[in-house]
């Protein structure tokens, strides 16, 4: 399976896609946030402020929308799963901050009663959601290596809720309307800033049993996994961003850096266990916040990894697609990732990805430069990252031998006569994704 992450695409957008995203192989497309948000935010971290649980309402489309997209998407055997904000709510500059979602909305409301009816998700809107006793008050987060402070303290102004036993209530209310609306899975937004009691609160609930559900535990570093990522993959049953194996990636492909690392990384914990991974070489709070930029990958070394992920066994491979939100501020960020999961050479991993899902990996070669492995016995993933092109002659027992495989990125082919051992010629800084012709 491959998601598609839609980040910021309006819901309509979507919906015109999806035919082309089940020729293309996407199993399934996670949407931008669809709690109520500021319908007139256009910038993308509106999306990430929510004002009120109970309506499915943004700046990318309403609850209508979303049914029409959620419908197409089945009728094409696409599972959609929804990106849910539960940490915190929006940062508003009015007088009652911790009432939501506040007078002057639930006015807003009662004068547009038919508006706000056909966006209704569940409830009564005549009543509050929250009110100032939900919310930590401790001020924002000032050391980001204590848990505890990451957990109850305010993270860039946003209220905070609590655990208390309303807020867990609504939130478990939430999800529960969310699944008889059809979503598919859920991914859910800063984990590391909620406490296992609120993620346990949902995660745990029996209806939820047959979805998908993943969380963002932000850790880029061994000490963020060993204070962040390690004790939630303990906690709970949800899969993860595998942000260890995202570090791991970008160590192997720096300068000094080796290939080796990416044979089996799982083994020795630099990445997490195959059935717990959501795997990913960029996300969005990559490109849109300064303090991550540093950790993107150089922009060839980015498709090189994407088709690492695609290649290798386990994990939930992620490919991230916007719509050049970050190139206002970076314009060598322009068209970098808009459109990207569309591309010939995605197509290609794609369908190398689809082929072999479940086959198991055997290593073939690796060196400082070169990773070489087979899935099953039908394919082969070359990867060159120096910048000059080598020979590896590879063992071919357990392939299909004889057999042609084309390289499903290039369209090249190569035979397998009989022989023992085959001379790989894969040029520099190239992936080959070689697949038997069926």
Do not use: C
Not at 17 to 44: C, H, Q
């Amino acid at each position: 399976m491959v998601i598609l992450h839609a980040f910021n695409w309006k819901y309509s957008d979507i919906t015109k896609k999806i035919p082309d995203l089940k020729k293309l192989g996407y199993a399934a497309v996670l949407i931008p946030p669809p709690l109520y948000s500021d319908v007139n935010g256009t910038e993308w971290w509106q999306r990430y402020q929510p004002k009120d649980y109970r309506l499915l309402l943004s700046h990318l489309g309403g609850l209508p929308e979303l049914r029409q997209m959620l419908d197409t998407a089945h009728e094409h055997e696409i599972k959609i799963y929804a990106d849910i904000v539960l940490n915190h709510m929006a940062n508003e500059f009015r007088d009652d901050k911790y009432d939501f979602p506040g007078k002057a909305e639930l006015e807003n409301y009662a004068r547009n009663s038919d508006y706000f009816e056909k966006n209704k998700l569940y409830g009564n809107l005549a009543e509050p959601l929250f009110s100032h006793e939900h919310f930590h008050h401790h001020g924002n987060i000032q050391n980001w290596g204590d848990a505890g402070e990451v957990q109850f303290r305010n993270l860039s102004d946003l209220p905070d809720l609590n655990e208390s036993d309303h807020v867990m209530e609504r939130q478990r209310e939430l999800f529960l309307h969310l699944d008889n609306f059809g979503f598919d899975g859920f991914r859910i937004d800063a984990v590391k800033h909620i406490t296992e009691k609120q993620i346990d609160n949902t995660a745990d609930a029996e209806f939820l049993t047959d979805k998908f559900m993943f969380g963002e535990v932000l850790a880029v570093s061994e000490r963020d996994l060993d204070i962040y990522m390690r004790p939630f993959l303990a906690a709970t049953h949800m899969s993860a961003y595998d942000f260890a194996l995202f570090m791991t990636i970008r160590d192997a492909f720096a300068i000094g850096g080796s290939m080796r690392a990416l044979q089996n990384p799982e083994f020795d914990e630099h990445a997490l266990p195959w059935h717990r991974s959501v795997t990913f070489v960029n996300n969005h709070d990559l490109p849109l916040n300064d303090g991550f930029r540093g950790l993107m990958l150089d922009k060839h070394d980015e498709l090189l990894a994407t088709a690492y992920i695609m290649a290798k066994d386990g994990g939930v491979p992620l490919i991230y697609s916007d719509n050049n939100e970050s190139a206002n501020r970076f314009p060598e960020d322009r068209d970098r990732w808009s459109g990207f999961f569309e591309r010939k050479d995605v197509a290609g991993m794609l369908k190398f990805h689809n082929a072999l899902h479940g086959e198991q990996q055997y290593d073939l070669y690796a060196d400082d430069n070169v990773l070489l492995f087979r899935r099953g016995n039908k394919g082969i993933f070359a990867l060159n990252k120096s910048g000059d092109g080598v020979n590896v002659p590879f063992w071919t027992f357990g392939a299909v031998n004889p057999g042609t495989y084309t390289d499903t990125i290039h369209g090249y082919t190569i035979t397998l006569s009989g022989e023992e051992f085959f001379n790989l010629f894969i040029p520099p800084r190239t992936v080959q994704m070689w697949l038997l012709n069926e």
